[in-house]
Nanobody, 124 residues
Framework: QVQLVESGGGLVQAGKSLRLSCAAS????????MGWFRRAPGKEREFVAA????????YYHDSVKGRFTISRDNAKNTVYLQMSSLKPEDTAVYYC?????????????????WGQGTQVTVSS
């Protein structure tokens, strides 16, 4: 089993930055591909970014390319999502996900473990 705990969400003005963290416990973090997803009010949960178990195989949704950066520290079993130039449309609950894999999943159904989510609100 893997437990995921997100942190770092909050209220921020448009154009500012936030960094989300996701700490994994239970199974060794270095065996897990990790991803970030988000659910905006009234919308389906969508893919944001993902990173392979070794820090390679990085993918982003087109809407966040150039603004968001995913990274990981396997020594700390933690994955990060650095969000810059935030927009009101980035407002959502952000979820961390993990899956033991040699590749980098980008679909929600490919992930086995999920955190509870952290709210990010971007004001205009």
């Amino acid at each position: 089993q893997v437990q995921l705990v997100e942190s770092g969400g909050g209220l921020v003005q448009a154009g500012k930055s936030l960094r989300l963290s996701c700490a994994a416990s239970g199974r060794t973090g270095s065996s897990l591909a990790m991803g970030w997803f988000r659910r905006a009010p009234g919308k389906e949960r969508e893919f944001v970014a993902a990173i392979g178990k070794n820090g390679d195989g990085i993918y982003y949704h087109d809407s966040v390319k150039g603004r968001f950066t995913i990274s990981r520290d396997n020594a700390k079993n933690t994955v990060y999502l650095q969000m810059s130039s935030l927009k009101p449309e980035d407002t959502a609950v952000y979820y961390c996900a993990a899956h033991p894999s040699d590749y980098t999943p980008v679909l929600e159904r490919q992930y086995s473990y999920w955190g509870q989510g952290t709210q990010v609100t971007v004001s205009s």
